[in-house]
């Protein structure tokens, strides 16, 4: 594993108990940050502190990520015990299932926008002011390929991550000359607990899309959320990296 130094910072990481939110975590603390994570599980949350807290400071909140008043609270409550939030990064998310766009349930809909497009909103409303305060900060956020691409049965999910690459471009631009750089990373299908909510002729559509044949590892989607965390990274902001082993090559 190549050393990214993030040695006295503090990074917050939403979904972080389990999945590409867990890796994150894992591959923070390896590189010496106090990691924090918000989920809505306190059960989860409790079992990744567990497995973690050898490697270094990591503690959680439970926090409903769409809630505009919990995210405020837990902002102030993760500045007061950690002294500040250098890092962000947008990780929680869920699905929806997999049906078209006309089969789909409105509440499902909403639930999906809610959860993927408007909590990270929320917890960049919230946190970016104090990172402006501090003059530095980085906030990463996971969207998808499907919200470069679009993919069938599952517009809401497209439509959400989409959503987040223009809140990533729109809040990059506003923040470029405070020391606060704005990046995100649009996967293609991991392994992870999310396969649950998802039919297999989706999950063999998604695979069947990938040039090298397999899934991306949630390892690999950390080690790039460590160097966007980074002071390595300096001059990028408002970039949308690919990560789907060849599937999208712009």
């Known amino acids: 594993m190549n050393q990214i ?25 390896r590189s010496g940050a106090s990691v924090v994570m918000w989920d809505i599980d306190g059960a ?41 939030i250098d890092i962000l990064v947008n990780n929680a998310g869920i699905t929806g299932g997999n049906a078209t766009t006309w089969e789909l349930d409105p509440e499902v809909w909403r639930r999906v926008i809610e959860v993927n497009l408007i909590a990270p909103y929320l917890t960049c409303r919230a946190v970016t002011p104090h ?15 499907a ?35 704005v990046n995100a990373i649009t996967p293609a299908v991991a392994r992870t607990a999310m396969f649950a909510q998802m039919t297999e002729a ?30 390595d990274c300096s001059f990028t902001t408002g970039s949308v990296f690919d990560i789907t082993g060849g599937r999208s090559t712009y």
């Not at 130094?5 to 603390?29: K, N, P």
């Not at 517009?155 to 989409?162: D, E, P, Q, V």
Request: glycine content about 10%.
């Open 131 to 145: 990172m402006i305060e501090r003059g530095w900060g980085r906030i990463i956020n996971i969207a998808s390929v």
């Open 44 to 84: 989860k949350i409790n079992e990744a502190k567990a497995l973690l807290s050898e490697l270094g400071p990591i503690s959680g909140y439970v926090v409903e990520l769409t809630s505009d008043a919990a995210v405020a609270a837990t902002t102030a409550q993760t500045v007061k015990d950690l002294g500040r």
């Open 147 to 181: 919200g470069k691409e679009g993919n069938p049965n599952a517009s809401h999910y497209s439509a959400s991550k989409a959503g987040v690459i223009a809140l990533t471009k729109s809040l990059a631009k506003e923040v470029a000359t405070k020391g606060v750089l």
């Open 5 to 29: 130094d993030l040695q006295g910072r503090v990074a917050v990481v939403t979904g972080g108990a389990q999945g590409i939110g867990f890796a994150t975590c894992e591959r923070l603390l």
């Open 202 to 231: 989706h999950i063999a559509y998604m695979l069947g899309k990938i040039p090298m044949g397999r899934f991306v590892e949630v390892e690999e989607i950390a080690a790039m959320v460590a160097w966007l965390a980074s002071e």
